[in-house]
């Protein structure tokens, strides 16, 4: 006995069925891969912004390799300066070489190779500087001199507003003293001030 006309599935009914099935897994598929390419890159960015680079300050040695080691030329690592730290110095071995010719704003005698540290008049003996950081190649120059003979107010940081932010930093990678480390993104400076200096000093 032949089953009723129009529920027996022909042929051609059932091809058609098999063609529409594999349009929908087809269809799930394109999706599927077009919501990983759009959704893939931002979920990755996503979780690479959690945690950023950083150079904590009191690890630097000033090697200078933040100005040659960084993808970015010049370097996204800038000197920075605490004010609430700085001494006001008229001699300030941040802004002048070891015996230099003159206390003077001369080229010949200021440290910084690019002239990034500024340097006004405010009262005797006092003087304030100032990074200018659109000049500044990260070379740590200047924090080192500081350091030496100074109170430690200037220092290096990752400037978050030019890091790209490398999965792999390269600077991170070449710093010899291991002063790169990831932080929170919410709080991505690894500052200076005068507790801090307290507290890592020995009683």
Do not use: F
């Given at each position: 006995m032949s089953a009723p006309s129009g529920r027996q599935p022909t042929r051609r009914g059932a091809l058609g069925m098999i063609?529409?099935?594999?349009?929908?897994?087809?269809?799930?598929?394109?999706v599927?891969?077009?919501?990983?390419?759009?959704?893939?890159?931002?979920?990755?960015?996503?979780?690479?912004q959690r945690e950023v680079w950083q150079l904590d300050?009191?690890?630097?040695?000033?090697c200078g390799r933040c100005?040659?080691?960084?993808?970015?030329?010049p370097s996204a690592?800038?000197?920075?300066?605490?004010?609430?730290?700085c001494g006001y110095c008229e001699l300030c071995t941040g802004y002048f070489p070891p015996d230099p010719y003159d206390?003077?704003?001369?080229a010949e005698?200021?440290?910084?190779p690019t002239g990034a540290i500024?340097?006004?008049?405010?009262?005797?003996?006092?003087?304030?500087?100032?990074?200018d950081e659109k000049l500044c190649i990260g070379c740590g120059k200047c924090v080192k001199g500081c350091a030496a003979f100074g109170n430690g107010s200037l220092f290096m940081q990752v400037r978050h507003d030019l890091c790209l932010n490398c999965n792999q930093c390269a600077i991170a990678a070449a710093c010899p003293a291991g002063a790169y480390r990831r932080v929170s993104a919410a709080h991505p400076y690894l500052l200076k001030d005068r507790s801090e200096n307290a507290k890592e000093s020995p009683q």
């Open positions: 063609v529409r099935i594999a349009g929908a897994v087809g269809l799930g598929a394109a599927a891969s077009i919501g990983r390419w759009a959704g893939g890159p931002a979920a990755a960015s996503t979780t690479a300050p009191h690890k630097c040695i000033q100005a040659t080691a960084c993808v970015l030329t690592v800038k000197c920075v300066h605490a004010y609430a730290m206390l003077t704003t001369a005698n200021q440290l910084c500024q340097r006004s008049y405010i009262e005797d003996p006092y003087y304030e500087y100032i990074i």
